[in-house]
């Protein structure tokens, strides 16, 4: 059993507290919040472009009931007990993983830190705790995957990924997120690691979406089909979060999946381009790549 402490209230460590309630393996054992504990329990059970929360949000004094059906684990009966971060160094939790929300800025007590030897952390890593494993962003992680999943038939010499939408830090609304299609406050530019030494960039119209519909555009050294590019990829899908749909796809079909949809009906390749269309809901998908960092199942530099 895993035992994860979790600071901080946002829409990233609620998706990811879902997530891991369906893993029995993981044990929540302390939760970090702000005074506001109701917008805890409201955005936990509706804060999900994809669904309501199976169960149901009880806040206490002291701690937040969650009890309902969770995935493969059947029933499940949580108390999370809240943290009071300023405790002495008698405070009994003694975690094995912390996993820390974007925005969380105050350093980490020694009594709680002493006993966990993984630190998590969604959004770029700060001063605080800055050797925690970082949460990759979604659209990259998925770039990356494609571009490790090609690379054995030819090099890549340059990579780029354009997207309509990123994820949204607050609550998202299912009909309000769907809906929102309106411009951009201006184009948000993500590096991330093609491989090759290869550093590719993820360009995003900075509009919140639901779900993120990419196309990833690689420059490679050897001419490739685009019969041969789907069978890696679908090869690579068996063993990652890459799920391949054969025919035509939509952002739809993605929303609420922790895994990432490649669209094989319209894969290209001519020459030595490769252009490989893509969906994925970034929250969600960000939450199971968290999962698998606390449960050991995946590690990134």
Sequence with gaps: MTRVVVLGDTAATRYFLRQGLSIQQLEFVGLATGPDRERLAYGFEYGSAASRFKGTVEVG???????????????????IPFLDMAASAGEPVKPDVVVLAADWDRPLPGWLTESAPRVVRFGRPTSVAPEAVVVPPAVGWVAGEIAAAIRPLSAVTAAAVLV?????DGDPDRAAALAARGGAAGA???????GDDIVAATVADGAPRAVA??????????PVEAAAVVRRITSAARRTRLDVRPGPAGGADALG????LVDASAVTAAGRSVVVPFHCDVRTLEAALACDVTTGLATWA
């Design 257 to 260: 999946s922790a895994g990432a």
């Design 213 to 222: 519909t990419a196309v990833l555009h690689l420059a490679v050294e050897e």
């Design 61 to 79: 004094a002291d701690a937040v009931v969650l009890a309902g059906r969770y995935g493969r684990g059947g029933l499940r009966h949580d108390t």
């Design 164 to 168: 309509d939408g990123g994820g949204v």
């Design 188 to 194: 948000v530019v993500d590096p991330w690691s093609a």
